[in-house]
């Protein structure tokens, strides 16, 4: 070990890295070559070779583990990839709040202690027709404040039909029991009817419930009971009715060609004492939950000192501000936002990116490699719109010298990393989800996979 540290002192290729990353690297290697030992294989011990193994452990470990990558799959809320991109201004606005002092949890005008939701409360319910909103980490973390505001200790009604999962584990079941609630289920799977509710419902009942089938239908013979009925059922009860819309949106997505997710203020225009949904998915803006109802119940909510445990950050709060306020304007939203952006691109556009592409891939490839353009569906994924496949045109490559795992696998492992689809053994990039300058770094990419010299 000595003898390595002494090897880097005169060497640039350590210059600036720090003592202990370079010990880290130096026994990484020194446990390589034991391990090669061990086996039964001679190591070289050749110091050039040695530094240069250190040297290139020193990259890796210094190297950020959070990267921007290259999102080729068409999926525009793709939890793994980081859900919505932020717009410009909320960008801006971040790196503004992120670096100066700023009234979080100031009233400027009084001198007094403020509440950091004021930055976002009055602009919620501007645009929901809400008496009281409130922002904390993310949905997920709003229903079970919520629920365990409002009906802890007491049976919740909820559908069969909605007892939901959405991906990492959370299902509303288990979200139900860690929020003290018991949960009380009604109906059957595909059809509840307003008498299973109100047979339901006894003096322990403590909340109606309802969740939105965010990333799943059931289709054929079905039945629901609607929002309203279910207000007007716990009004003449006095039990609160609560919906989760999981990914509850401020724009009317069929003006758009879309089909219609339930807007929000919908879901408040229908008399909901609370209503929830997220930040990161139709809304585009950062990860958070929104929580919006009456004064009382979002009152009551505050007060709930686990209301602290998943308070919002004030980046995250700089981000939705920013975000929300351009939903004043929908055309200037739909243009702004990168989520709604996408998901709304027209085909005509698409063919566009999707011949841009096709081009610069067809430079870089060779005779043998099977390029071609194909009209295929993108997902718009994160628990929206389930059953939609959105009309786009794809870039597909069948080269010629290499498996297409293997394709996807380098491009996977290049840098930035390049994430698409295979499809019937096709390699398949779709242009909806590429941000400005993606095709030539794409198309870079293939020709060193590709051709290597
Ligand atoms: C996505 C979703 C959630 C969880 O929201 P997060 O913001 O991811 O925490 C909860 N309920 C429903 C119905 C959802 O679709």
């Known amino acids: 070990m000595d003898h390595l540290l002494d090897g880097t002192r005169e060497d640039d290729r350590f210059a600036a890295v720090p003592r202990q990353v370079i010990t880290r690297a130096a026994r990484t290697v020194l446990d390589h070559l034991r391990q090669q030992i061990l086996d039964g294989r001679t190591p070289d011990f050749d110091d050039a070779a040695i530094l240069s193994d250190m040297a290139y452990h020193c990259r890796e470990i210094l190297a950020l583990n959070l990267v921007p990558l290259i999102n080729a799959t068409g999926v525009v809320l793709h939890t793994n990839l980081g859900r919505a991109l932020l717009c410009k201004d909320a960008l801006e606005n971040i790196r503004t709040i992120a670096g100066a002092y ?20 009055s602009l919620i319910c501007e645009l929901t027709g809400a008496e009281a909103a409130m922002a904390v980490n993310n949905n997920a973390g709003a229903v079970l404040l919520a629920l365990n505001t409002l009906a802890q200790g007491t049976d919740v009604v909820v559908s069969r039909g909605e007892l939901v999962e959405i991906g990492g584990s959370f299902r509303v079941p288990d979200v139900m029991t860690k929020s003290g609630c018991r949960l009380k289920e009604v109906g059957t799977t595909n059809r509840t009817h307003l008498k299973d509710y109100a047979g339901a419902v006894t003096e322990s009942t403590g909340m109606l419930l309802k969740v939105h089938a965010s990333n799943y239908r059931i289709q054929g013979f079905t039945a629901s009971v609607g929002l309203k009925d279910l207000v007007t059922l716990g009004k003449s009860h006095g039990i609160p009715v609560m ?9 009317d997505f069929s003006a758009y060609g879309l089909p219609s997710e339930p807007p929000v203020a919908r879901s408040v225009a229908a008399g909901a004492d609370i209503v929830t949904f997220s930040g990161d998915k139709l809304l585009g803006g950062p990860q958070a939950g929104i929580i919006v109802g009456t004064k009382r119940a979002v009152d009551s909510i505050r007060a709930n000192p686990l209301t602290r445990a998943i308070r919002i950050d004030k980046l995250t709060l700089a981000a939705l501000e920013a975000t929300l306020r351009l939903y004043r304007d929908e ?5 702004e936002i990168p989520t709604l952006r996408m998901l709304t691109m027209d085909y005509d556009h698409i063919c566009r990116k999707a011949d841009a592409l096709y081009t610069q891939v067809k430079n870089v490839c060779g005779p043998n490699d099977k390029v071609a353009c194909a009209d295929m569906n993108s997902r718009p994924g994160g628990g929206s719109f389930p059953d939609l ?8 490559l069948i080269p010629a010298n290499l498996s ?12 930035p990393a390049i994430i698409a689809r295979i499809e019937n053994n096709r390699y398949i990039m779709d242009p ?13 990419t293939l020709h060193t996979i590709l051709r290597p010299s």
């Open 102 to 121: 700023s009234n979080l949890e100031l009233n400027i005008s009084t001198g007094k202690r403020g509440l950091r939701y004021t930055a976002v409360e």
């Open 243 to 251: 919906e989760d819309l999981g990914s509850g949106t401020l724009v």
């Open 389 to 396: 496949e959105l009309p786009t045109r794809c870039v597909t």
């Open 432 to 444: 909806r989800t590429l941000l400005p300058g993606h095709e030539p770094l794409i198309a870079s």
């Open 404 to 415: 297409v795992a293997t394709l996807e696998r380098r491009m996977r492992l290049s840098s």
């Open 331 to 335: 055309p200037t939203a739909v243009r």
